[in-house]
């Protein structure tokens, strides 16, 4: 009998140990719902502006990127009802199950509700990589073809593995439960872990590389839109990346923590892809001409700045004019810099 059932008159006949993955099965699914709350907001958020630009200028890209979202949108509303009733036939429905609800939760995986949970989840976490190696191939665009290639080819390979793990994942979960053979569920969510860390790596190494060049070449009040940490944390989908993290390797140490992870890893990667398709269709993500336009319109604007210290556009003191070559020298020196970024 643990401390808890000595001390209070109330408590329930059960483990310390099952009390707590109790516990934890019960917080994942609340901690759940505050994410899915977030992905509420942000999917209104995407779809009222994708619609108003999609009335404007009927762009094919604004189409299928509302597409996009409102596909992992019903993913993950679905997935969100089939886990909360799973969590009440394990609370409440099956109370009485031998080992209490936490081993319900790990043993009825084949569950027809748990089913819905699990197709929901792997879809979503399948197309929602696909999108982040996409950004992956926008960032590296500038690149030329070859290194493209090069650079796209460990992603796209991994991304094919993490399908077919996964469909080896569902096959397995349809007649028994992860927890019963770890090493495949491991193998899953591994290569998906790996692929999203690899990715988020490359996109923070090259975000961070353009913020140092662009501040070296014209200056660090040009660090904005495209480099600044909110930019780099959300175009690099690192929140997501923390939190499979997170999962993992309490998972993989068998410990009942990761179930509170377990339950919000879904919710939080598509967080994660809507807060990027929020910033593209504000226009403030990175495209494939960000490197060559915001630098040039740095150095323009750098240009209208020295034609305004002019006050006379025929005839200028000396001093301003040797003001002027300075600047001339200088917006000289930043085209070569830009040059060498190009």
């Not at 502006?49 to 993950?76: K, Y």
């Not at 979503?124 to 992956?136: A, Q």
């Not at 080896?168 to 439960?177: G, H, N, P, R």
């Not at 040039?296 to 305004?308: D, E, K, P, V, Y």
Request: charged share 10%.
């Amino acid at each position: 009998m643990s401390l808890a059932n000595a001390t209070n008159p109330y408590a329930p006949g059960e483990t310390a140990a099952t009390i707590y993955a109790e516990e934890t099965w019960l917080q994942g699914n609340l901690l759940s719902n505050i994410a899915y709350g977030a992905e509420l907001v942000l999917f209104v958020m995407c779809a009222h502006v994708l619609t108003q630009q999609i009335s404007r200028f009927h762009r094919t890209r604004e189409m299928v990127l509302l597409a996009f979202v409102s596909v992992i949108f019903t993913l993950g509303t679905l997935f969100m009802g089939a886990q909360a009733k799973f969590t009440q036939q394990a609370f409440i429905e099956n109370r009485n199950f031998p080992g209490g609800p936490a081993a319900y939760e790990e043993v009825m995986y084949s569950d027809p509700v748990d089913e819905i949970a699990n197709v929901c989840f792997i879809v979503g976490n399948w197309l929602m990589d696909g999108f982040l190696v996409w950004r992956f191939m926008v960032i590296y665009m500038d690149f030329g073809r070859s290194w493209l290639v090069i650079l796209m080819a460990l992603p796209c390979m991994m991304l094919c593995c993490s399908v077919g793990l996964g469909i080896t994942f569902l096959v397995q979960t349809s007649a028994s439960s992860p927890f019963v053979d770890v090493n495949m569920t491991l193998a899953y969510y591994v290569m998906s872990l790996a692929l999203n860390v690899i990715v988020t790596i490359f996109i923070t190494g090259r975000l961070m590389f353009y913020r140092h060049r662009v501040k070296r070449a014209l200056g660090v009040t040009h660090v904005s839109t495209y480099a600044n940490a909110a930019a780099i944390f959300i175009e690099s989908a690192m929140l997501y990346a923390v939190f499979a993290i997170l999962f993992l390797v309490p998972f993989g140490l068998n410990n009942a923590l990761g179930n509170v992870f377990l339950q919000t890893v879904s919710q939080v990667q598509t967080v994660s892809s809507l807060m990027i398709v929020y910033r593209i269709a504000q226009g403030q993500a990175w495209t494939e001409k960000t490197n060559v336009e915001a630098l040039t319109s740095g150095i323009n604007l750098q240009q209208l700045a020295t034609m305004q210290t002019s006050k006379d556009p025929n005839t200028r003191p000396e001093s301003i004019a040797s003001k002027d070559d300075g600047s001339t020298a200088a917006t000289s020196e930043r085209r070569a810099n830009v040059s060498e970024m190009v």
